[in-house]
């Protein structure tokens, strides 16, 4: 799976292949998903600082979230902040397994932290999950090891924050 930044051209293609999605399981795609897309809106994102991206699978989406780059008192320096995560209703309406759901979960998170080295460069994230019950799927990372890629990682009720360990100096 890949993060992806999402455009306005590929905001109406994500709005009707999950319209399609929707209604074909009997349900009004007028009401679902309401808040998120009726408040997120790709075309006025600041480059570099925010942006709405989707995790893809192929040509599947499979969840979107808006990222924003910020500064927080708690932290000393930029913090990325992932927020509204809204998955596919392939998840919600049943027609994909549970494991498929922490998967995606999992793979957005994964990628919010890719794009933390790479492209909205922040040392600090936070991610906040659909609901506090998620936090089950990350559970693990709150343990410290060796390899780990963070030198902090919390969860509290529905907010993972962390911070990534830096790259060692040679």
Request: net charge positive; hydrophobic share 40%.
């Amino acid at each position: 799976m890949r993060l992806l930044p999402i455009t306005e051209s590929s905001w109406r293609t994500i709005r009707a292949k999950w319209k399609r999605r929707v209604e074909g399981a009997g349900e009004d795609f007028s009401t679902y998903a309401l808040t998120a897309f009726a408040s997120l809106d790709p075309g006025s994102p600041d480059p570099g600082k925010s942006g709405l991206y989707a995790l893809y699978n192929g040509e599947e989406v499979h969840a979107f979230c808006q990222v924003n780059r910020l500064l927080m008192s708690r932290f000393p320096s930029p913090v990325l902040r992932a927020r509204l995560v809204t998955v596919s209703p392939i998840y919600d309406l049943g027609q994909e397994n549970p494991e498929g759901y922490a998967q995606t979960l999992v793979a957005l998170f994964s990628g919010v932290i890719w794009l933390s080295r790479e492209t909205l460069s922040s040392d600090h994230i936070r991610f906040l999950l659909r609901s506090p019950g998620d936090a089950q799927f990350f559970a693990a990372l709150q343990i410290a090891t060796p390899l780990s890629p963070f030198s902090e990682f919390a969860i509290h009720g529905a907010w993972i924050t962390c911070s990534l360990k830096r790259a060692a100096m040679p």
